[in-house]
């Protein structure tokens, strides 16, 4: 795909706006309240990042004063094995791969978030069964699709609900995975509960069909989410500590806006992180997806929940909130929502394509349109090749070779390339 500006978008310049108003972060002073949002990449080499990623958060960490929000971070093998291009960082050497990452970050005066993340019943299991793992999620056989369950079968790795003992063991892995990041030289740990992982697994009826303290009602089925998360509190520190809800999101087959009751479950959830606040144990933030992007696998506009709002956080959680969801060409909405209480904005699929995207915002310059077919290529392609506005506006697009597009997001995990 050869490089162009975004057709039939107007940018603003929001330099004047609340975008660009310094913002705290559990213990971190941000510069601005553009922040990059968690993206899968799979661009990862046996499970460790390598240079391509240190080059990629490089870029995107120039403007000072930035918060990365690395892209999902296996916490272990046993909690949803993933192929070998997805990163982990349950091992010392996974560890020292990623010291280079947030160490460049940290040189260009930005700070970063690992997101800790548990494939649940999302593995494929064809991995793991060449691993000798279990694929597992909140219950027995309540598989995510007629596909995934064909595949179960066939490689004799039948979906298990993870058992009390288990799920004691799980929270020791995430509590590892946070350490670990910390060693790693993270700032802080965002924890992924949203787009039907496996803590949204435990969350949503549609995935959770348990009998026990883990299942059945709002309360239990919040229970795991909340015990991972005052366990990272109690290791780390509650300023270390953000999590992220997906409450309209379909992907993973949940219930998002489909069941209007749901949100009942993420009111609860967010309730009883208040009260932690009250007690002292305050976390970084809550980071909600939009209504706009309810299903991370559609292009921008072609699924949307146009009446929805995430606005009910605001009377129930006093503290910092990130929203992510197609901010960049809704740049009113953005000015907008960052006039309410503490809010950052996370940008995804346009910082793929402008590195220097907080520069953009704040000058009210054009966007590079992305390359969706490139979004999960295991190559420097669509990757760490897209350039600044000054070097646009120097040297003019880059010439590169015209490529097929690359495979889908399911697609490539399950290739593993």
Same mark, same amino acid.
């Given at each position: 795909?050869?490089?162009?500006?975004?057709?039939?978008?107007?940018?603003?310049?929001?330099?004047?706006?609340?975008?660009?108003?310094?913002?705290?972060?559990?213990?971190?002073?941000?510069?601005?309240?553009?922040?990059?949002?968690?993206?899968?990449?799979?661009?990862?080499?046996?499970?460790?990042?390598?240079?391509?990623?240190?080059?990629?958060?490089?870029?995107?960490?120039?403007?000072?004063?930035?918060?990365?929000?690395?892209?999902?971070?296996?916490?272990?093998?046993?909690?949803?094995?993933?192929?070998?291009?997805?990163?982990?960082?349950?091992?010392?050497?996974?560890?020292?791969?990623?010291?280079?990452?947030?160490?460049?970050?940290?040189?260009?005066?930005?700070?970063?978030?690992?997101?800790?993340?548990?494939?649940?019943?999302?593995?494929?299991?064809?991995?793991?069964?060449?691993?000798?793992?279990?694929?597992?999620?909140?219950?027995?056989?309540?598989?995510?699709?007629?596909?995934?369950?064909?595949?179960?079968?066939?490689?004799?790795?039948?979906?298990?609900?993870?058992?009390?003992?288990?799920?004691?063991?799980?929270?020791?892995?995430?509590?590892?995975?946070?350490?670990?990041?910390?060693?790693?030289?993270?700032?802080?740990?965002?924890?992924?509960?949203?787009?039907?992982?496996?803590?949204?697994?435990?969350? #949503? %009826?549609?995935?959770?069909?348990?009998?026990?303290?883990?299942?059945?009602? @709002? =309360? *239990? &089925? +919040? /229970?795991?989410?909340?015990?991972?998360?005052?366990?990272?509190?109690?290791?780390?520190?509650?300023?270390?500590?953000?999590?992220?809800?997906?409450?309209?999101?379909?992907?993973?087959?949940?219930?998002?806006?489909? #069941? %209007?009751?749901?949100?009942?479950?993420?009111?609860?959830?967010?309730?009883? @992180? =208040? *009260? &932690? +606040? /009250?007690?002292?144990?305050?976390?970084?933030?809550?980071?909600?997806?939009?209504?706009?992007?309810?299903?991370?696998?559609?292009?921008?506009?072609?699924?949307?929940?146009?009446?929805?709002?995430?606005?009910?956080?605001?009377?129930?959680?006093?503290?910092?909130?990130?929203?992510?969801?197609?901010?960049?060409?809704?740049?009113?909405?953005?000015?907008?929502?960052?006039?309410?209480?503490?809010?950052?904005?996370?940008?995804?699929?346009?910082?793929?394509?402008?590195?220097?995207?907080?520069?953009?915002?704040?000058?009210?310059?054009?966007?590079?349109?992305?390359?969706?077919?490139?979004?999960?290529?295991?190559?420097?392609?669509?990757?760490?090749?897209?350039?600044?506005?000054?070097?646009?506006?120097?040297?003019?697009?880059?010439?590169?070779?015209?490529?097929?597009?690359?495979?889908?997001?399911?697609?490539?995990?399950?290739?593993?390339?």
């Amino acid at each position: 795909m050869s490089m162009n500006f975004r057709e039939g978008f107007e940018p603003v310049a929001l330099k004047d706006t609340n975008v660009f108003k310094p913002i705290k972060v559990g213990n971190i002073e941000l510069k601005h309240r553009v922040a990059l949002a968690p993206l899968t990449r799979l661009r990862n080499t046996n499970n460790l990042p390598g240079q391509w990623s240190v080059e990629y958060y490089d870029q995107r960490s120039k403007y000072p004063g930035t918060l990365i929000i690395t892209e999902g971070t296996l916490i272990s093998p046993e909690y949803g094995s993933g192929p070998p291009n997805v990163p982990e960082i349950s091992t010392d050497e996974q560890v020292e791969a990623w010291k280079p990452i947030h160490d460049k970050i940290h040189e260009n005066g930005s700070y970063s978030f690992q997101q800790l993340w548990a494939l649940g019943r999302q593995s494929y299991p064809q991995i793991l069964k060449q691993r000798g793992l279990q694929f597992i999620s909140a219950s027995d056989g309540v598989y995510m699709d007629e596909e995934t369950e064909k595949a179960a079968k066939e490689f004799g790795t039948p979906l298990h609900g993870l058992t009390k003992d288990e799920i004691k063991e799980c929270v020791e892995h995430y509590v590892r995975a946070a350490k670990n990041s910390l060693k790693s030289g993270a700032d802080g740990v965002e924890l992924h509960s949203g787009n039907g992982y496996l803590l949204n697994q435990f969350i #949503d %009826p549609m995935s959770n069909k348990r009998t026990d303290e883990y299942g059945g009602s @709002i =309360e *239990n &089925r +919040a /229970r795991l989410t909340l015990e991972v998360l005052d366990a990272l509190i109690e290791a780390i520190g509650p300023d270390k500590v953000g999590i992220r809800f997906s409450p309209w999101g379909t992907f993973g087959n949940m219930t998002g806006h489909k #069941d %209007p009751t749901i949100f009942a479950q993420y009111a609860y959830l967010i309730a009883e @992180i =208040e *009260n &932690r +606040a /009250r007690k002292g144990k305050k976390i970084a933030y809550i980071h909600l997806i939009e209504p706009r992007v309810p299903d991370m696998s559609y292009a921008e506009g072609e699924y949307t929940v146009p009446t929805g709002s995430n606005d009910f956080i605001y009377s129930i959680w006093n503290g910092t909130v990130i929203r992510a969801g197609d901010y960049a060409l809704h740049p009113k909405q953005a000015k907008i929502d960052t006039e309410k209480h503490e809010t950052l904005l996370a940008y995804g699929r346009m910082f793929i394509s402008n590195p220097d995207l907080p520069k953009r915002l704040y000058e009210g310059q054009k966007l590079t349109q992305y390359g969706r077919g490139h979004f999960h290529s295991a190559e420097p392609y669509g990757y760490i090749d897209y350039p600044t506005y000054e070097e646009i506006e120097k040297n003019g697009f880059p010439q590169r070779e015209k490529k097929e597009d690359g495979p889908g997001y399911t697609e490539a995990l399950k290739a593993g390339k």
